[in-house]
């Protein structure tokens, strides 16, 4: 299957900084990428869907302002989590699409822990 | 909107028992199935999925899925578990059609295979 990276795959960083985490499609062109988010012990649930070059769609009750998608190229999309808070700290996967037979294909995910 | 219900949080089974963790969808429209693999702190790997065609689907490591539409089930099976299948497993529902289209997860089922 197509490959799908993330950077960083761990950060740890003050409240109130912003943290940008970059999602890449190594071997297609992803005209589509999601981002989920993960809790401990939880499933994905999703933030996000950006399409290269158009603003995200964003789930509801997720505030855009504070979780800033760009989606400017067919292999990157990037994922800013301004003024970071503790209560953000999770597990952040993103999934880049559509591959042969309409497939995902997800990234390994970033670890993210606000203190 | 499609929704998946995954009836166990957690099996535990003994190293070469027969394993199976349901699935179950509701959708009004055709779907996608897939089964992801979680292992501690990773993204989730695709371990099979159903898109038409045979409603019995395999993966390379010995496991199978069946897509019972008048039962809308999904349910995973393995004969014989190894130690290595411990791992979150989840469920996931597409839309089908022509793009990628946002996954639905259950809530995951964590797979415990003692010795």
């Known amino acids: 299957g197509a490959v799908v990276s993330q950077h960083p795959s761990r950060v740890i960083c003050k409240s109130g900084t912003s943290v940008k985490i970059e999602c890449r499609s190594l071997d297609f062109q992803a005209t589509t990428m999601f981002w989920y988010r993960q809790f401990p012990k939880q499933s994905l649930m999703l933030m996000a869907t950006s399409n290269e070059g158009s603003k995200a769609t964003y789930e509801q009750g997720v505030e855009k302002d504070k979780f800033l998608i760009n989606h400017a190229s067919l292999t990157l999309s990037t994922l800013t989590v301004t003024s970071a808070h503790p209560e953000d700290s999770s597990f952040y996967i993103c999934?880049?699409?559509?591959?042969?037979?309409?497939?995902?294909?997800f990234g390994p995910g970033t670890r993210l822990t606000v203190l | 909107a499609q929704s998946v219900t995954q009836l166990d949080s957690q099996v535990p089974v003994f190293e070469e028992a027969p394993v199976e963790l349901r699935c179950n969808y509701s959708s009004s429209v055709s779907v996608y199935l897939f089964w992801y693999v979680q292992y501690p702190n990773q993204g989730l790997q695709l371990l099979l999925k159903?898109?038409?065609?045979?409603?019995l689907v395999e993966s390379i490591n010995g496991f199978e899925a069946e897509f019972n539409k008048s039962q809308t089930s999904f349910h995973l099976r393995k004969p014989s578990v190894h130690i290595s299948d411990t791992a979150e497993y989840f469920c996931?529902?597409?839309?089908?059609?022509?793009?990628?289209?946002?996954?639905?997860f259950g809530s995951g089922t964590q797979l415990t295979v003692l010795p």
């Open positions: 996931a529902v597409t839309r089908g059609g022509g793009s990628a289209r946002q996954l639905t």
């Open positions: 999934s880049a699409g559509p591959g042969l037979n309409n497939e995902q294909f």
């Open positions: 159903y898109l038409s065609g045979s409603t």
